[in-house]
């Protein structure tokens, strides 16, 4: 898989590496010629180039990426080459940092950006999953509000605990799709059972977490 990068800074540059490891191509773009320390991630490609730029982006052969990260430290800047990127070259992943909280508002579909992620968001839940049990957590939002992330660890009085899964009439658009138990990550079958203190991961739409708090018996 080849991904484009914009913002070779710290996150950038991370984001680079892990992907380089898994075996994909990865290309870094970065306007600021102090950006651009090719020994800090010497099998990526690098391009000094404004990203927010048509002609920078035909550079980038941006058409030949199947995903584009939009990792600068400016908001504005990730907007722009998210709808770039989408409406432009047609890619068909598109993922945006959200640097200000008050701008999550801005990175949706409209403007090209298929997954957000907010760190202080993406904190703040992750501090709420460790700590919680029987709570409706979310994770993460695919396409800005179309489907969530979300978790639930079953508390011990849990309406659901010994159900099967396959006997649970989950809400419509929820999917189970894993169950963390005792260090182990399993693939939910119809015959699995609900045991109390498992970690439930769901991705569902926003408009049924509060059904689907309900039928968990959740806080």
């Not at 584009?68 to 709808?83: C, I």
């Not at 409706?136 to 899964?165: H, I, K, S, W, Y």
């Not at 119809?190 to 309900?214: I, N, R």
Request: charged share 25%; hydrophobic share 45%.
């Amino acid at each position: 898989m080849r991904v484009a990068i914009a913002g070779a800074g710290a996150v950038g540059r991370s984001i680079a590496q892990e992907l380089l490891e898994n075996g994909h191509e990865v290309l870094l773009i970065d306007k600021s010629p102090k950006a651009i320390k090719v020994e800090m991630v010497p099998r990526a490609e690098w391009l000094l180039a404004d990203a927010c730029e048509i002609a920078s982006l035909d550079d980038a052969a941006l058409e030949r990426c199947q995903v584009v990260v939009a990792s600068t430290g400016d908001d504005k800047a990730n907007l722009v080459v998210s709808l770039l990127a989408k409406t432009e070259y047609g890619v068909p992943r598109v993922v945006a940092r959200i640097n200000h909280p008050k701008n999550e508002w801005l990175f949706n579909e409209s403007w090209g950006v298929d997954v957000a992620v907010s760190t202080p968001r993406l904190l703040s839940a992750l501090v709420e999953e460790a700590v919680s049990v029987g709570d409706l957590v979310r994770l993460m939002t695919f396409r800005q509000g179309e489907a969530n992330l979300v978790e639930l660890t079953l508390p011990e009085d849990a309406p659901l605990g010994g159900e099967r899964v396959g006997s649970v009439s989950w809400p419509r658009d929820t999917a189970l799709v894993a169950i963390l138990r005792e260090g182990r990550v399993l693939v939910p079958q119809p015959d699995d059972t609900l045991e109390p203190g498992d970690e439930l991961m769901f991705v569902a739409s926003q408009d049924v977490e509060d059904e689907l708090a309900a039928l968990l018996g959740a806080r």
